[in-house]
């Protein structure tokens, strides 16, 4: 299985594969309005489309793939109160999965919120209703999906060995191949710099 650095790569590479196919499609559409004969008109929608089709989710997804919200790295006690089922359309590639629901104590207020991390089948059996588990939760949890019912805190690295198949952000759902580890936490958030300078200091 994978670790989260290969995983980070894999899709970043993914990512720019996506993007030189793009700017492949569009210098095909500039250089077939100068080629003799030049490009017919279905040719150029057709090219269109595919570069259209290409860059949606990249534009869609960039905000996620290079920051997201500021995370409180201060480790939390989360516990396990049951899961929801995500079902997905019976023609997509994307598998059902299960989500891990939890209630965390953040500044002595009880709040109901969800794992973010995708838990992957081998280590599901462990995260039993009033198990507890270590997560970090966003400073501002409705920052994340601009929802205050649709938050989600992530586990910390004391549970590295936990099995995930990538991570479900709200608006966001990523689904990779299984691996130990989180990803999640390797990309970049809003106060990065600030933990970084501060532990510096």
């Keep these: 299985m994978s670790r989260p650095e290969e995983r980070l790569r894999s899709e970043r590479s993914q990512f720019r594969a996506m993007w030189l196919v793009v700017i492949a499609l569009v210098a095909w559409l500039a250089f077939g309005f100068v080629r ?22 990249m534009v869609v997804t960039m905000g996620y ?18 899961r929801v089922r995500f079902e997905v359309d019976p023609d997509s590639d994307m598998p059902a999965y299960d989500l891990v629901d939890v209630r965390v104590d953040v500044d ?9 991390d995708i838990v992957a089948a081998e280590s599901l059996a462990r995260f039993a209703v009033g198990s507890v588990w270590d997560v970090y939760a966003f400073e501002d949890p409705a920052e994340l999906n601009n929802d205050p019912h649709l938050t989600r805190v992530i586990l910390t690295e004391a549970h590295e060995d936990v099995v995930r198949t990538g991570y479900d952000l709200g ?31």
Excluded at 36 to 57: D, K, N, Q, W
Excluded at 108 to 116: E, F, R, S, Y
Excluded at 172 to 192: C, K, M, T, W
């Design 171 to 201: 608006t966001y759902v990523l689904h990779q191949e299984p691996g130990p580890g989180s990803d999640l936490l390797l990309r970049h958030f809003a106060n990065d710099h600030r933990a970084r300078k501060a532990a510096a200091s």
């Design 65 to 82: 793939r290079r920051t997201l919200p500021a995370l409180d790295r201060t480790p939390r006690q989360a516990t396990v109160t049951g």
């Design 36 to 57: 003799e004969p030049a490009a017919s008109g279905p040719e150029r929608l057709t090219v269109g489309i595919l570069a259209c089709c290409f860059a949606a989710p």
């Design 108 to 116: 002595g207020v009880q709040v109901d919120t969800t794992i973010a």
